[in-house]
């Protein structure tokens, strides 16, 4: 019995709260009009701006966010605002862009002031709203100057007093991605709320007509389908992602949701009755990458997701978005065959052509390493393999030319066979990367076996014709075995010539090759964690052992023909 109380008593409360909702979307078009709930809200707090946000790191230690500095102790810039709600364009979005660094406002040292001091300065308190008659010098160095020059700038505030849009974008799970289209797919989950104090005032008012004394935190809790919010005629943020190529058909799910707090929330005025206005998604779809293969199969690629608003320039909290986007993938995301390194939120500005103003977009960028220890054994170590097989054809007589092309051709035709496995991970590219450079060197460094097998056989063709010619000549005639000893000495003689001269030229080749492969990322950021004279070094390093094989052959050799007399 007690059970089936408790059931009812839920089952009224929900059915209590959903009728109270459907009087909420009643109320909310009967006020559409006259309250233009269709424009952008206003913060009850807006004040004046300079329009700078700076840029903010998470002290996890004190629990607070702090300003980033550089190593002076200035402030460094995230981005500017462009417009405030009257469309009125902050001056400071023509000087300023990421990574810029604060040195002073109004003769100030920003770089000795706390957090606190230095918002002070760039949202000054005035009566005066958008006062034109107080400009503001502002000393900064560009994040692109190479001497660290100091430019000013005097620019006026504005009044700022847009709402803020929270966005969260979580990465629930890398699906796939597609290096041959230059695309990836993530199942990942996006949220954005912004508060709106005009909905809270008519929960209010609906409150007192229908004698809602007690508060019961299930009244003005509201969840809308897509369609069914879009109905209401409500304004409200379109932050989408600019690269998102096709949405999934299997979205989990995609709702609105109004949250009302009567005494006001924990991050805004608690006296003030606020609406939290809530978009919800998740699902999963495929985004369009810009990846660089240049230093394949040591490279960094960047996933990244371009988060702008379609249709009005929204001011976005930054710092909610750092925290969702930084604290959760580092620790969490796993990505098979890649390392992720680290998560950034990067702004920009574009061109919406079809409006012709400029926004800010959000790329939320992710670095990750690709794995290379699978190239290594699948690819790398085999070809190290078969070069040294070529190299082994050395030791059998240049005589036996045959013998000798029959290792050195196979050799390098199953050289050849490796680079389709490279292919299966590569778009047909239009620059060179540093598989590329180094795969035509081991080409090289394979097919140099065969041209010295056939250069050093020379001599011991020349020594058959040779007889032909001195047996004919029966009055010089020597015996055959003392012609045959004599010549063979004479021919292998001028075959480690020639062989020395050709182990010579690829001993010095050899590196000098490598070395300009690597040259083609020496600075390229697409390159991982791996510095470039680490890579060189270890892709030599092995080839060391064919030159000491070499080396020994040429030195017993050199220590055979002391001695000998032609």
Same mark, same amino acid.
Not at 123 to 147: A, G, M, Q
Not at 468 to 480: E, I, L, R
């Given at each position: 019995? @007690?059970?089936?109380?408790?059931?009812? &008593?839920?089952?009224?409360?929900?059915?209590?709260?959903?009728?109270?909702?459907d009087?909420?979307?009643?109320?909310?078009?009967?006020n559409?009009?006259?309250?233009?709930?269709?424009?952008?809200?206003?913060?009850?707090?807006? @004040?004046?701006?300079?329009?700078?946000?700076?840029? =903010?790191?998470?002290?996890?230690?004190n629990?607070?966010?702090?300003?980033?500095?550089?190593?002076?102790?200035?402030?460094?810039?995230f *981005?500017?605002?462009?417009?405030?709600g009257?469309?009125?364009?902050?001056?400071?979005?023509?000087?300023?862009?990421?990574?810029d660094?604060?040195?002073?406002?109004?003769? $100030?040292?920003?770089?000795?002031?706390k957090?606190?001091?230095?918002?002070?300065?760039?949202?000054p308190?005035?009566?005066?709203? *958008?006062?034109?008659t107080?400009?503001?010098?502002?000393?900064?160095?560009?994040?692109? %100057?190479?001497?660290?020059?100091?430019?000013?700038?005097?620019?006026e505030?504005?009044?700022?007093?847009?709402?803020?849009?929270?966005?969260?974008?979580? &990465?629930?799970?890398?699906?796939?991605?597609?290096?041959?289209?230059?695309?990836?797919?993530?199942?990942?989950?996006?949220?954005?709320?912004?508060?709106?104090y005009e909905?809270?005032?008519?929960?209010?008012?609906?409150?007192?007509?229908?004698?809602?004394?007690?508060?019961?935190?299930?009244?003005?809790?509201? $969840?809308?389908?897509?369609?069914?919010?879009?109905?209401?005629?409500l304004?409200?943020?379109?932050?989408?992602?600019?690269?998102?190529?096709?949405?999934?058909?299997?979205?989990?799910?995609?709702?609105?949701?109004?949250?009302?707090?009567?005494?006001?929330?924990?991050?805004?005025?608690?006296?003030?009755?606020?609406?939290?206005?809530?978009?919800?998604?998740k699902?999963?779809?495929?985004?369009?990458?810009?990846?660089?293969?240049?230093a394949?199969?040591?490279?960094?690629?960047?996933?990244?997701?371009?988060?702008?608003?379609?249709?009005?320039?929204?001011?976005?909290?930054?710092?909610?978005?750092?925290?969702?986007?930084?604290?959760?993938?580092?620790?969490?995301?796993k990505?098979?065959n890649?390392?992720?390194?680290?998560?950034?939120?990067?702004?920009? @500005?574009?061109?919406?052509?079809?409006?012709?103003?400029?926004?800010?977009?959000?790329?939320?960028?992710?670095?990750?390493? @690709?794995?290379?220890?699978?190239?290594?054994?699948?690819? =790398?170590?085999?070809?190290?393999?078969?070069?040294?097989?070529?190299?082994?054809? !050395?030791?059998i007589?240049?005589?036996?030319?045959?013998?000798?092309?029959?290792?050195?051709?196979?050799?390098?035709?199953?050289?050849?066979?490796?680079?389709?496995?490279?292919?299966?991970?590569?778009?047909?590219?239009?620059?060179?990367?540093?598989?590329?450079?180094?795969?035509?060197?081991?080409y090289?460094?394979?097919?140099?076996?065969?041209?010295? %097998?056939?250069?050093?056989?020379?001599?011991?063709? =020349?020594h058959?014709?040779?007889?032909?010619?001195?047996?004919?000549?029966?009055?010089? $005639?020597d015996?055959?075995?003392?012609?045959?000893?004599?010549?063979?000495?004479?021919?292998?003689?001028?075959?480690?010539?020639?062989?020395?001269?050709?182990?010579?030229?690829?001993?010095?080749?050899?590196?000098?090759?490598? !070395?300009?492969?690597? $040259?083609?990322?020496?600075?390229?950021?697409?390159?991982?964690?791996?510095?470039?004279?680490? &890579?060189?070094?270890?892709? !030599?390093?092995?080839?060391?052992?064919?030159?000491?094989?070499?080396? =020994?052959?040429? &030195?017993?050799?050199?220590?055979y023909?002391q001695?000998?007399?032609?």
């Amino acid at each position: 019995m @007690r059970i089936l109380i408790i059931f009812l &008593i839920l089952l009224s409360g929900n059915a209590y709260s959903q009728t109270f909702c459907d009087a909420l979307s009643t109320e909310i078009k009967n006020n559409q009009i006259e309250e233009r709930l269709d424009l952008p809200p206003l913060d009850f707090e807006g @004040r004046n701006s300079l329009g700078i946000n700076l840029d =903010y790191s998470y002290d996890s230690e004190n629990e607070e966010w702090t300003i980033k500095r550089d190593n002076a102790g200035n402030p460094i810039v995230f *981005n500017t605002l462009i417009k405030n709600g009257e469309g009125k364009t902050f001056e400071s979005s023509d000087f300023f862009s990421f990574g810029d660094r604060l040195i002073s406002i109004d003769g $100030q040292k920003l770089n000795v002031l706390k957090k606190d001091e230095v918002m002070n300065l760039l949202e000054p308190e005035t009566d005066v709203i *958008n006062d034109k008659t107080k400009k503001y010098r502002v000393e900064y160095i560009k994040n692109d %100057s190479l001497n660290d020059e100091i430019n000013f700038v005097e620019i006026e505030p504005l009044y700022d007093g847009q709402i803020r849009v929270w966005p969260t974008v979580i &990465i629930d799970n890398f699906i796939e991605i597609f290096p041959k289209t230059n695309k990836f797919k993530i199942a990942y989950t996006f949220e954005y709320r912004w508060d709106n104090y005009e909905i809270a005032s008519i929960i209010e008012n609906l409150r007192s007509k229908y004698k809602i004394s007690s508060y019961d935190e299930t009244i003005g809790n509201c $969840q809308y389908s897509v369609e069914k919010f879009k109905s209401l005629g409500l304004w409200y943020p379109q932050l989408s992602f600019q690269n998102r190529v096709e949405e999934s058909s299997d979205m989990v799910e995609e709702y609105f949701e109004i949250q009302n707090y009567p005494e006001g929330n924990l991050y805004e005025d608690e006296n003030t009755p606020i609406s939290e206005m809530i978009y919800w998604s998740k699902g999963t779809a495929l985004f369009q990458g810009d990846f660089n293969f240049k230093a394949f199969p040591l490279d960094r690629q960047t996933i990244n997701l371009k988060l702008f608003a379609d249709a009005d320039e929204i001011p976005i909290n930054d710092t909610w978005l750092f925290l969702e986007w930084d604290d959760y993938l580092t620790k969490n995301l796993k990505l098979l065959n890649w390392d992720i390194r680290e998560a950034s939120i990067v702004p920009d @500005r574009w061109n919406d052509v079809y409006w012709n103003e400029d926004k800010t977009i959000y790329n939320l960028n992710i670095s990750i390493d @690709r794995n290379y220890l699978y190239f290594i054994f699948k690819v =790398y170590l085999p070809a190290y393999i078969i070069i040294f097989l070529a190299f082994m054809s !050395l030791y059998i007589h240049p005589k036996n030319v045959e013998a000798r092309l029959t290792v050195t051709i196979v050799s390098f035709l199953s050289l050849t066979a490796y680079t389709y496995i490279i292919d299966q991970d590569l778009p047909k590219l239009g620059y060179t990367t540093l598989i590329d450079g180094f795969t035509i060197v081991l080409y090289l460094l394979a097919a140099w076996p065969t041209a010295i %097998s056939i250069l050093t056989s020379y001599n011991f063709t =020349y020594h058959k014709l040779k007889w032909s010619f001195y047996a004919w000549n029966a009055a010089t $005639q020597d015996p055959k075995d003392k012609f045959d000893y004599r010549e063979e000495l004479r021919s292998f003689r001028g075959s480690y010539k020639v062989e020395l001269v050709m182990l010579s030229i690829i001993a010095i080749l050899f590196p000098l090759l490598c !070395l300009i492969a690597v $040259q083609v990322v020496r600075n390229d950021p697409s390159l991982s964690s791996l510095n470039w004279i680490v &890579i060189l070094l270890g892709f !030599l390093a092995p080839f060391s052992a064919i030159y000491i094989l070499m080396t =020994y052959k040429l &030195i017993r050799l050199r220590f055979y023909f002391q001695g000998e007399k032609v």
